[in-house]
């Protein structure tokens, strides 16, 4: 075991685990931050995605020991009230359907509008491509990530 600062959503947190704790295990069962989901363990289906520094992350994989002093977002900071452009998007598109892989998605989703601002379709398809949803809602993803573009 070994101790770790971590920086998530603007608060530290100090945590006693082992350095190869994947990050998606501190922040569901150490802290408590239920918002980023557990899908297939091995990065494929973006369920878990976060933000480190900024770019999108597969929490799933991630190493604790990797995101120390590393500033972390997770769904829960992405915005205090909900009305981050991509989460009033999502509502306005009626996106989630179960709902499972939405907080993965919508991360995903900032951080492509953040290095691209105006994302073609194809730019979203390749970009969002990492991220499943069983439910098929991918055409009302594409389209809610073109209107919170546009705002």
């Excluded at 100090?14 to 363990?41: A, E, F, I, N």
């Excluded at 991220?131 to 573009?149: H, P």
């Amino acid at each position: 075991m070994a101790k770790f600062n971590l920086k998530i959503n603007g608060k530290i947190h100090r945590v006693d685990v082992d350095p190869s704790t994947p990050m998606l295990w501190v922040l569901r069962d150490h802290l408590d931050l239920q918002g980023t989901k557990y899908g297939c363990g091995m990065a494929l289906c973006g369920a878990c995605t976060v933000h480190l520094n900024g770019t999108a992350m597969r929490s799933c994989v991630l190493p604790v020991s990797a995101a120390e002093n590393q500033e972390i977002t997770t769904i829960e900071g992405l915005s205090p009230n909900g009305d981050h452009p991509v989460q009033q998007a999502w509502l306005e598109h009626d996106v989630a359907q179960c709902g499972y892989c939405q907080s993965g998605q919508i991360m995903s989703a900032v951080s492509l509008l953040k290095n691209n601002p105006n994302p073609s379709d194809e730019d979203i398809e390749a970009f969002m491509s990492g991220n499943i949803c069983r439910c098929g809602t991918y055409s009302r993803i594409k389209a809610a990530i073109k209107t919170a573009a546009k705002q």
